[in-house]
């Protein structure tokens, strides 16, 4: 069966740095746009970033732009998230989806989800 499994997250302070990773199975990765969401309590999950499946093509929001790097391993079915200069508006659970298309910004456009991993920065 599918599955997606993040990991990494933690309590850190604001200026710190973490590395998200999820670990997939059951599809075919290189197939797939990989991407990373976010959400606060209270607010609705947004797009944080992707990576492309079988090119070197990737995307952010705003806030995440030269702060945040999407990465991926089709070898190891795995997808990262690099995160510096985090920020206590950073504070979400993270989550990793897997979709077909491009430009794949909204929730609904993901097949696949992880269960989520708790970030949490403190100023």
């Known amino acids: 069966q599918v599955q997606l499994v993040e990991s990494g997250g933690g309590l850190v302070q604001a200026g710190d740095s973490l590395r998200l990773s999820c670990v997939t199975s059951?599809?075919?990765?290189?197939?797939?746009?990989m991407g990373w969401f976010r959400q606060a309590p209270g607010k609705e999950r947004e797009f944080v970033a992707a990576?492309?499946?079988?090119?070197?093509?990737?995307y952010y929001e705003d806030f995440a732009k030269g702060r945040f790097t999407v990465s991926r391993d089709n070898a190891k079915n795995t997808v990262y998230l690099q995160m510096n200069n985090l920020k206590p508006e950073d504070t979400a659970v993270y989550y990793c989806?897997?979709?077909?298309?491009?430009?794949?910004?909204?929730?609904?456009?993901?097949?696949?989800w992880g269960q989520g991993t708790q970030v949490t920065v403190s100023s």
């Open positions: 990576a492309l499946g079988s090119v070197s093509s990737t």
């Open positions: 989806a897997a979709g077909k298309g491009s430009w794949l910004l909204r929730p609904s456009q993901y097949d696949y």
């Open positions: 059951g599809f075919t990765f290189s197939n797939y746009v």
